[in-house]
């Protein structure tokens, strides 16, 4: 019997080797383009929970992590909660995003910084190719789950996109969600 299992239904593990975080607007500071519709919400709001397996030492080579994240729906303005998103610290590994429950898009951006989107849905499988910034915003009205399969040495580039942004947003526009290129920074 293995350590872990998922609920399919909503995606969530359990199992004593099962880690978690929780990202609210309080450490968000700068990710949205509307600062003020940002301070006007309570900066202990939850935007996502992440839920990870991580069966051999960060760096080992060779090895695979598991994951689960589940953003809660809301806007800051005109853009959806999303994930931070980052590179892979080692440009060359990929990743996995499938989705369980929800409505979302996945926002692909390549070292050029051209921005693509795909659309997430129940069932929906995403391959990110070594190279590809990804994050996932949650465009529905319930909450957005995906699980992910990464590299044990791929690492978490958070800097980049801390410092530049994705060239993208994805904004709720006429109650849909459109990929809306940003102003040059
Ligand atoms: C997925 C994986 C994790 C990642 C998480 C949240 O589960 O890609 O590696 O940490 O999503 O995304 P982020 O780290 O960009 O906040
Ligand atoms: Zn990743």
Redesign the pocket.
């Known amino acids: 019997m293995s350590d872990v299992r998922i609920d399919w239904s909503t995606g969530e593990l359990c199992g004593v080797p099962v880690r978690s975080k929780h ?1 609210r607007l309080a450490g968000m500071r700068g990710a949205y383009r509307d600062a003020a519709a940002f301070d006007a919400l309570a900066p202990e709001e939850l935007v996502y929970s ?1 839920q ?1 397996w991580m069966p051999v030492r960060e760096g080992t080579p060779g090895g695979l992590f598991w ?3 589940t953003i809660c729906p809301g806007v800051v303005g005109d853009e959806y909660f999303m ?4 590179f892979h610290a080692a440009r060359d590994r990929a ?1 996995y995003y499938v989705t369980v429950r929800g409505e979302g898009g996945l926002l692909l951006m390549d070292e050029a910084r051209d921005t693509r989107w795909e659309r997430m849905q129940p069932g929906s499988v995403h391959y990110i190719a070594g190279g590809i910034a990804h ?1 996932v915003a949650n465009t529905g009205d319930g909450p957005l789950t995906f699980v ?1 399969c ?1 590299h044990s040495d791929a690492g ?1 580039d958070y800097g980049t996109i801390l410092k530049h942004g994705f060239s993208a947003r994805l904004r709720k526009v006429n109650g849909v969600p459109r990929l809306v290129p940003e102003d040059r920074r």
């Open positions: 990202k992440v990870f994951g689960q994240t994930t931070a998103g980052h990743e994050r992910a990464w978490h």
